[in-house]
């Protein structure tokens, strides 16, 4: 695939999109360089393809919001609820393990990494302070929305004045888990049985992780934050998906990047 392609398009959220001084975009599969199962927007450096295209995908990703080359950072994500502030970039082989990162730095692009987890995007513009969140089941139930919004309260945000953003992400109708699933979200509080519907095998569920992940922002001070309407899992030629790969036998997969930033 050619590099002088047109650059990757962009998902933004009128919401994030209405703060001056500041940068985002949820990013779909499309307008990379990658081939074969990793086609073609790929920005995972843990998937198994080529580390340069990798890069340059990131790349392209960053030129589409305006930052520079290297400007993305993403974590080592290990769906915990360990948060990182950031300084400085880092090399993608020196991520720290986490999966909430934090900034008040201009110029500096968080990335949060997902194939079905719900990429959230945070900012309070007013204080200068942005954060990404890697969202899936574990991390949720961890803590990782409280967690991230805490690690923006320390550097001066207000969970009132936060304006978050969840990504593309599965569905609730792509989203099939056993009969043991639902008990440690329901013994952490019993409303999360809204977030559960009878699936059509007996004794599974359909798990709403996108509607779960905005109750927890509103749960941590937040104004009330949209669901997201995008599949992962069911849009197969528009985004990676981890279930999706599994359902159709694929060795890999690649994986779609989120993206906020201050301007400078």
């Excluded at 398009?9 to 990379?32: E, N, T, W």
């Excluded at 008040?104 to 309070?124: Q, S, T």
């Excluded at 409303?191 to 798990?207: G, K």
């Excluded at 899992?233 to 993206?259: H, M, Q, T, W």
Aim: charge should be neutral; hydrophobic fraction near 40%; aromatic fraction near 6%.
């Amino acid at each position: 695939m050619a590099m002088n392609q047109p650059l990757p398009p962009v998902i933004r959220d009128p919401r994030l999109d209405a703060h001056d001084g500041l940068v985002h975009g949820f990013f779909s599969r499309a307008g990379g360089i990658s081939t074969g199962i990793y086609d073609s927007l790929n920005t995972g450096p843990g998937s198994a393809d080529k580390p340069a295209d990798v890069a340059a995908n990131r790349d392209r990703a960053g030129a589409a919001l305006g930052l520079g080359r290297g400007r993305i950072v993403t974590a080592y994500q290990t769906h915990s609820a360990d948060v990182v502030t950031v300084e400085t970039p880092w090399r993608m082989d020196a991520a720290p393990r986490a999966d909430g990162l934090v900034t008040r730095v201009p110029g500096l692009g968080l990335g949060v990494l997902a194939a079905d987890c719900a990429p959230v995007l945070l900012a309070d513009n007013q204080a200068r302070v942005i954060a990404t969140a890697h969202a899936g089941w574990r991390g949720v139930l961890g803590g990782v929305i409280e967690a991230t919004v805490a690690a923006m309260v320390a550097l001066g945000a207000r969970p009132g004045r936060i304006t978050a953003a969840i990504g593309p992400c599965i569905g609730q109708r792509s989203y099939e888990v056993g009969p043991e699933f639902p008990a440690p979200f329901l013994g952490q509080n019993p409303a999360n049985e809204h977030f559960f519907r009878a699936a059509p095998r007996e004794a599974h569920y359909l798990f709403d992780l996108g509607g779960l992940v905005a109750a927890c922002l509103v749960r941590a001070g937040l104004t009330p934050v949209p669901r997201p309407t995008l599949d992962t899992c069911a849009l197969k030629d528009r985004f990676f998906s981890y279930r999706r790969s599994v359902l159709d036998g694929e060795p890999d997969y690649g994986r779609n990047i989120s993206v906020i930033a201050l301007s400078e």
